[in-house]
């Protein structure tokens, strides 16, 4: 910075909406935004392309945007030899998938940053994820790998081209995937996933050890845990889950004190998080914890659920109404200085009592559990245990704890909050908006409704240009970069969870609108659906994705989705659109089933014999509630359920397939349980619908 204060460098991403491109635009990088300038001139200068790709709230970002691309010397070397281009993964998944995918094919272990070397074409031909600025962690220094590259490209040209044509055409043969026909799907592929999570699971923490220092929420795992216990009653499954999601409650991977889940624990323990908390983890912690309820019906879940969305919708929602998507793990330069306390500030912050209840409780000692003798506040006892050592009542701990927890977090508010990356995503909002409403439906939450309505209404209305097309990112009043296939079938999904919610048609078309758009845009005939649409960017690859990574696969949500419509009657191929991407899957279902999660949802719903649920009646009256009480609490996975408004029917009987016909028997409230195109006696109480749904198998023996 100069003596007035402006900045010493300013590039092209200063014109960027972006806040991880933004927050590069005063490098002394010159560094391009992705676009076709960039590739014409490296083939006008004949110069290498450096792909940077990361996020906004990236920790080891942050660390070598420091330690090189703030350096100006190394800037220099870089503008000179290489053509820079910066690229937030969270606008352009298509361009981070291809490029990770590369870096795969170099059997290297992926991560962001991602940083790939291109020629002038665009072709990869090798990289790596973080270069620190010297050698240090067995790793090159990042100004020798850059030199040694010039050299090679200026010398020996041929090895780089050679390289870079073998991996694109390996890129190119992995994308093109097609779907046998003659699949046959049975529960093994299920059972085989359940037994390697058996096989994984922290017996003493909870959690998977899959091959990995880090832990990761594993919410997709979880819920198709509890699938299989819904279909085989298989109890481990059951305790699995329980287990986990406790543990990480209670861990360090959960703000014990505002609320949500950071993206991941760095210890098997779930103590040590990478403090950065994301949209899409804390949308399907909250699936799972609901799902959970459902199973159970054990207050618990529905405590830390309502804990999530209160972060949710005090740190995370907009103005306008939609969901920003993640919060950094550093501040003040610091990772997690936020959330950290040490014994004396915290003493000061509760005074002897209270504090003492509360140190004990959370693990707050003199030498703390972190850096600098600060501790993240944690518990590794239950409340009763933790009472019954400090020899006071349950009761008292309980009510000093939520005292500390305001009393911390009033302190707290007072110290520099993290960065918020304030852009809002089409399908990490769909995630979002899901959670609310699945919420609203299962606790009976009517704010919760408004929420998920207010957040959909936004995509619907700011993320939808001239043409109807969906995009993908908003931010500063600027929508832009066309949907991709998990937008358009993540936010399917949502508008079918708000049907769900508040019975009105208008989600439920939405939906089906969302669904035809897919099979215009992504469509490929013989196999599963392109990331892409046909009108997108031209890239080396058009891929079709299928790994639920951090969130479900938009192959993965748009099985779900069609499957859904197809149990409603609606007409269309929506059974085979779906069956076309799980067939397209088939081998990486049997043999990576927990790579694959949330595409077993949809498997499972295929082998089972889904059930439609038709409840005629008017909303407010207490006899239609009780019946609708049922599908809404109860855990249901294979199930659809429709309204039909007694006084009212025509909007619902003309749009959803399933309605037609369906009268209040003598004008009572009335349910009606469908399977197999086969719907059996209407009824009116609670109790006979409950046996009507639990007495119809839904599996085959």
Not at 538 to 550: A, F, I, P, Q, S
Request: glycine letters at 6%; one cysteine or more.
């Amino acid at each position: 910075m100069s003596a007035n204060t402006s900045p010493a460098y300013t590039n092209r991403l200063i014109h960027e909406k972006s806040p991880y491109l933004l927050q590069h635009a005063h490098n002394p990088v010159d560094w391009y935004p992705w676009g076709s300038e960039a590739f014409e001139v490296a083939q006008q200068e004949d110069k290498i392309i450096l792909v940077s790709i990361g996020y906004a709230t990236c920790h080891w970002c942050h660390v070598m945007e420091r330690e090189s691309f703030e350096d100006p010397d190394l800037a220099q070397y870089l503008n000179t030899h290489f053509v820079p281009i910066k690229v937030d993964r969270e606008e352009r998944p298509d361009v981070d998938k291809i490029y990770m995918d590369a870096l795969h094919t170099l059997n290297q272990q992926g991560g962001w940053p991602l940083n790939m070397f291109l020629t002038p074409e665009g072709e990869p031909f090798t990289g790596g994820t973080y270069f620190p600025p010297d050698n240090r962690y067995g790793r090159g220094s990042f100004r020798g790998v850059l030199e040694t590259l010039v050299q090679i490209w200026e010398n020996e040209r041929d090895r780089i081209y050679q390289a870079s044509g073998t991996i694109t055409a390996h890129l190119r043969q992995q994308g093109n995937i097609t779907s046998n026909a003659e699949v046959d799907f049975d529960w093994g592929a299920e059972a085989a996933a359940v037994n390697y999570y058996k096989q994984a699971f922290d017996n003493e923490y909870g959690g998977f050890a899959l091959q990995s220092q880090n832990k990761f929420p594993p919410s997709m795992g979880l819920m198709l845990l509890l699938r299989d216990y819904h279909r085989s009653g298989d109890k481990v499954s059951l305790h699995m889950v329980e287990f986990t999601l406790h543990k990480m409650r209670y861990g360090g991977i959960y703000d014990q004190l505002g609320g949500g889940l950071s993206r991941y624990s760095t210890d098997y323990e779930w103590l040590v998080p990478h403090f950065e908390k994301m949209l899409y983890d804390n949308a399907l912690f909250v699936w799972a914890l609901i799902e959970t309820y459902q199973v159970t019906q054990t207050p618990f879940y529905q405590e830390a659920a309502e804990d999530v969305l209160t972060y949710i919708e005090r740190d995370m929602l907009s103005k306008e109404g939609a969901f920003y998507s993640a919060e950094d793990a550093d501040s003040e330069g610091e990772e997690g200085k936020f959330y950290l306390w040490d014994e004396e500030e915290f003493m000061e912050v509760l005074g002897t009592e209270v504090g003492t209840h509360a140190a004990a409780y959370w693990g707050v000692t003199r030498h703390g559990n972190f850096e600098n003798n600060t501790t993240i506040l944690h518990s590794t006892h239950p409340l009763e245990t933790v009472a019954e050592k400090l020899g006071i009542p349950s009761q008292t701990l309980s009510q000093n704890i939520q005292q500390a927890r305001q009393q911390l977090m009033s302190v707290r508010a007072q110290r520099i909050r993290p960065l918020c990356d304030d852009k809002i995503l089409t399908s990490w909002n769909g995630l979002m908006i899901s959670a609310f409403a699945r919420a609203a439906r299962v606790f009976n939450n009517a704010h919760y409704e408004a929420i998920a309505i207010n957040a959909a209404k936004f995509i619907l209305e700011r993320l939808v240009n001239s043409q109807g097309r969906l995009l993908r990112r908003y931010r500063d009043g600027e929508a832009s970069f066309l949907g991709y296939l998990s937008d358009y079938a993540q936010l399917a999904i949502a508008c079918l969870d708000l049907y769900e919610q508040n019975y009105d048609v208008f989600w439920y078309q939405t939906a089906q609108g969302l669904l035809e758009d897919v099979n215009q845009l992504f469509h490929h005939e013989h196999g599963p659906y392109y990331d892409t649409g046909i009108d997108a960017e031209k890239l080396l690859t058009r891929n079709m994705e299928g790994y639920d990574g951090v969130e479900p696969s938009g192959n993965s949500a748009a099985a779900l989705a069609f499957l859904k419509l197809d149990a409603y009657g609606a007409a269309g191929s929506y059974y085979e659109d779906a069956k076309r991407i799980l067939n397209g899957f088939e081998q990486h279902l049997k043999r990576a089933g927990v790579s694959f999660s949330a595409m077993h949802w949809a498997l499972h719903w295929t082998l089972s014999s889904p059930k439609q649920v038709v409840i005629v009646g008017e909303r407010g009256d207490a006899d239609t509630e009780a019946l609708l009480a049922v599908v809404r609490q109860g855990f249901h996975p294979n199930t659809v359920t429709a309204f039909v408004p007694q006084s009212n029917p025509h909007p619902v009987t003309e749009v959803i397939p399933v309605t037609q016909n369906r009268i209040a028997v003598d004008g009572k409230a009335t349910a009606y349980v469908c399977q197999n195109m086969t719907c059996q006696l209407p009824v009116h109480t609670p109790d006979a619908l409950q046996e009507q749904l639990t007495d119809t198998p839904e599996f085959e023996a």
